[in-house]
């Protein structure tokens, strides 16, 4: 099936594009009623994962409503865990929570790895209904978590400020720290390539914990395993977000990977600089951006859209959206995205 709208793997590519592609991290989801009213029709979080037809419908519902440039599968990755034997609870308000958490060993010995990606089954079918629904609108985005964040939730049990029994494991046992990276990374990887085999135009990881670690460490126990799922997916442009990790750009422009996102912290310039030419840059406007006037959302947009230049550029927030913004001022967001970008950007 022909793509109709292919901005966004043209910019990955690095191609010449007519105006700058957009999209939302975390654009599916609670800042629009049309998302609450499906949400509320079923027992919680999960069930709307693992349901492949309400998936499929969420992750469009920001196509159609926002115009945004591509789609992103309706799911969490925490799936991942859940795969390998550790299950979690989505709590209402709070976050997700792990009654058995990884400490041992043992622990890590009865996690599954390679049967695991087999029990997201119903991802992939998400993915495909979705592709078929599409019908070539826009590119549709699979996604996991990098390895560390996946062991974070892992090891801690739950959200925290600090991630301080997570960051305990890598000084006090680095080796078995490295085992169960292996391990997530082993079954990442086959679960990307699950979801690109459905249908999924381009992958992104998540990184979201990328900021907490000394840069030693997130070398030794983070890019590292990010660097080996980049270089097992070959067929489809992939995106490192990692939030934070200003420290690693430089590593980073080592990855086999198209396209490096930019939390809002991060100097437009300076991670050029450091990332080089030869990758696309995405993001990064200020999520808490979206809270001022339309003007103001307006004039912070093209100010974004100036520093990173025409090419090479996906533009998006720097990181997912929250859920009490206004769609109104996304759509603001997205409107000018498109409108100036075809200004200024070569035919
Ligand atoms: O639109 C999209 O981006 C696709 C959907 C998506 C969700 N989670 C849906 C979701 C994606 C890409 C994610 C990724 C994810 N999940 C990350 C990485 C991105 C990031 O924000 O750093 C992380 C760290 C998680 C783990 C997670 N899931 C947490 C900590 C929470 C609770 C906090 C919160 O935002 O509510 C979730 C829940 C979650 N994942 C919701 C949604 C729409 C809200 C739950 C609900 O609707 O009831």
């Avoid at 550790?86 to 209402?92: K, L, N, S, V």
């Avoid at 079954?187 to 992958?203: C, S």
């Avoid at 983070?222 to 980049?230: E, K, L, M, V």
């Avoid at 930019?262 to 979206?290: E, Y």
Wanted: aromatic share 10%; proline share 6%.
């Amino acid at each position: 099936m022909e793509l109709k709208n292919d901005l966004i793997l043209r910019a990955a590519a690095g191609e010449p594009t007519e105006r700058t592609p957009v999209w939302l991290m975390r654009q599916a989801g609670r800042i629009l009623p049309e998302y609450r009213a499906v949400r509320s029709s079923v027992s919680g979080f999960k069930e709307l994962v693992e349901t492949p037809e309400l998936a499929s419908e969420v992750t469009i519902q920001p196509v159609d409503i926002l115009g945004v440039d591509a789609a992103i599968i309706f799911s969490d990755i925490l799936v991942v865990p859940e795969a390998m034997g550790c299950t979690y609870e989505m709590i209402e308000q709070r976050g997700p929570i792990f009654p058995q958490t990884i400490q041992t060993p043992d622990d890590v010995k009865n996690l599954r790895v390679e049967e695991a990606h087999f029990q997201l089954h119903y991802v992939y079918e998400a993915i495909r209904i979705t592709k078929r629904a599409l019908n070539g609108r826009v590119p549709l985005i699979g996604f996991a978590g990098a390895p560390w964040t996946i062991l974070a939730y892992m090891v801690e049990g739950s959200g925290s400020k600090t991630f301080s029994k997570a960051r305990k494991l890598l000084y006090t046992s680095p080796e078995l720290a490295h085992t169960l990276l292996d391990k997530i990374t082993t079954v990442t990887i086959n679960y990307l390539q699950a979801q690109v085999d459905a249908g999924a135009a381009m992958l992104q990881i998540f990184d979201s914990w990328a900021g907490i670690l000394p840069p030693a460490h997130y070398h030794e126990f983070s890019t590292r395993y990010i660097a080996r799922i980049c270089d097992a997916i070959t067929t489809v442009p992939v995106t490192v977000f990692a939030k934070g990790a200003f420290f690693a750009l430089s590593e980073f422009a080592q990855l086999d990977c198209q396209t490096i996102g930019l939390d809002w912290n991060m100097n437009i310039a300076d991670s050029r600089a450091a990332i080089g030419f030869n990758k696309t840059l995405q993001g990064n406007l200020d999520p808490c951006a979206l809270y001022g006037s339309f003007d103001n959302i307006r004039q912070e947009t093209i100010a974004m859209l100036q520093a990173f230049g025409p090419t090479r550029h996906i533009a998006n927030l720097g990181h997912g959206v929250y859920p009490d913004t206004d769609p109104d001022k996304v759509k603001c967001f997205v409107d000018t995205i498109k409108e100036y970008s075809s200004k200024i950007n070569e035919p």
